[in-house]
């Protein structure tokens, strides 16, 4: 007796709208399959007139050209402007508000990390932070950032001689906005991967490096790219 084909569940997933054009780009995903994985298996993408697709598929087109679950999460292209977010620090001893447009004019090194209170995180950190004049003197400014709260930096600050030593500000993302807009999110675990960003004073993204985070850095070569 033949086997029964399995029933695939399919959902179309709006991602870019350009009503110049009048067309809509689509994907397919299929069986639950994330787009990314499809999208590197080579299934190519529909265009179909704004009109069609507004009447066939309205329930899935927003506001806006890129839906949440599809840009959260990924890593940025190399040349793009890095888009001016809002965070908290805890830098000089008091907890303040920031953007990134406040280092304008800076070489701007963006430090992700899993935690506070950890093992390997302050060696990292604290390896930064006999660095930083060398930073400083090229024009550069650092921001590290976990998703930890900014009274969890405080608190790590007070208690660690390591993190005492730290002069540059710890940027706090403890909805992971950052580290989703960085693409280094780790959505079972809630932390963040060990990447580091490296942006113009023009606000351009010039490089970055994401590794595992059993693979710590090092500030010297970091030094070398800048």
Not at 35 to 56: A, E, H, S
Not at 168 to 195: C, H, N, Q, S
Request: net charge positive; aromatic share 12%; charged share 25%.
């Amino acid at each position: 007796m033949p086997m029964k084909a399995k029933k695939r569940k399919e959902a179309i997933i709006v991602v870019g709208i350009n009503k110049k054009a009048q067309y809509i780009v689509l994907f397919c995903i299929v069986d639950n399959i994330p787009i990314w994985q499809y999208f590197m298996r080579g299934i190519q993408c529909n265009t179909l007139p704004l009109k069609t697709v507004d009447n066939r598929f309205g329930n899935y087109i927003t506001n806006n050209t890129r839906m949440e679950n599809v840009q959260e999460n990924r890593l940025p292209i190399i040349g793009e402007k890095v888009e001016d977010m809002s965070f908290e620090v805890f830098h000089s001893g008091r907890i303040s508000k920031k953007k990134f447009s406040d280092f304008k004019d800076k070489w701007l090194i963006v430090f992700f990390y899993p935690a506070d209170f950890t093992f390997v995180c302050p060696t990292e950190l604290e390896d930064l932070a006999d660095s930083y004049k060398e930073f400083t003197k090229e024009g550069a400014e650092i921001v590290s950032f976990s998703t930890d709260t900014a009274f969890v930096h405080k608190a790590w600050h007070d208690n660690s001689p390591s993190i005492k030593k730290i002069k540059y500000p710890m940027g706090a993302d403890p909805t992971a906005k950052i580290a989703k807009y960085f693409g280094v999110y780790i959505p079972d675990e809630g932390l963040a991967l060990r990447g580091t960003f490296i942006i113009d004073p023009k606000g351009v993204l010039k490089a970055y490096e994401v590794n595992d985070n059993s693979i710590g850095r090092n500030a010297e070569e970091l030094l070398r790219k800048l």
